[in-house]
């Protein structure tokens, strides 16, 4: 079974641009969620898709926008990128059963460098 | 609320030291918890986990126990290697809370030939 993909790996924006990030999660999981990784703050949570809905957020400004498809696969956009807004976005996909065993599995990453 | 505590790092061990990374947890339900593991360059890699208490997860020598009367559930390897040199994170998940994890912030582990 493919793992969780994330496209594109690296992105180099400037201040000010936007950008889209792209999840596939594992077939049959029908849950997403969106982490920023940072040497200074390190694993923090953005936000939770399930059957295209927001579940949970995290406490990000209203310039990190999500959303979810049909199909589970999942983007998410920044708009007004600021340098801060630099790190390695990391999506997550577990099956979502409603039983707290679930697990999480991530995938590689997007590194966004914004200059 | 629900919240991950991990000791410091970075630790720096010898090739075939014993390793503990400690790890302590508060829940306001019946929490499931984790270890994950990041190599460098790349995503979380699941490691172990357990989903109740006196529960023990293991995977690739590392163990670690859920103990509900302690909030805890410690990282444990006899004997590391080179290559278990990562970065090692704690998490939790509650049911109450839906779907999301809760991580720590994460110790950074060297082992040094």
């Known amino acids: 079974k493919a793992g969780v993909t994330q496209t594109p790996r690296y992105l180099i924006k400037t201040r000010g641009q936007q950008v889209t990030l792209s999840c596939s999660p594992i077939?049959?999981?029908?849950?997403v969620s969106w982490y920023q990784q940072t040497p200074g703050q390190g694993l923090q949570f953005l936000f939770e898709?399930?059957?295209?809905?927001?579940?949970n957020k995290g406490n990000f400004p209203g310039r990190f926008s999500g959303r979810q498809f049909s199909n589970s696969r999942s983007e998410m956009n920044v708009s007004t990128l600021e340098l801060g807004d630099s790190a390695l976005y990391l999506c997550?996909?577990?099956?979502?059963?409603?039983?707290?065993?679930?697990?999480?599995?991530f995938g590689p990453g997007t590194r966004l460098t914004v200059l | 609320g629900n919240s991950v505590t991990q000791m410091e790092g970075p630790v720096t061990l010898s090739e075939e030291a014993f390793l503990t990374i400690n790890c302590t947890y508060t829940a306001t339900g019946y929490p499931s918890l984790f270890w994950y593991v990041q190599y460098p360059g790349e995503g979380l890699q699941l490691l172990l986990k357990a989903t109740k208490a006196d529960d023990k997860g293991s995977n690739k020598g590392f163990e670690a126990t859920y103990r509900k009367e302690t909030t805890s559930f410690h990282l444990e390897k006899g004997s590391v290697q080179v290559s278990d040199s990562a970065v090692y994170f704690c998490?939790?998940?509650?049911?109450?809370?839906?779907?999301?994890?809760?991580f720590g912030t994460g110790t950074s582990l060297t082992v040094i030939p």
């Open positions: 998490a939790l998940s509650d049911q109450g809370t839906g779907n999301q994890f809760y």
């Open positions: 077939s049959g999981h029908r849950s």
């Open positions: 898709y399930f059957s295209e809905t927001q579940r």
């Open positions: 997550a996909s577990s099956l979502a059963s409603g039983e707290n065993t679930d697990t999480q599995y």
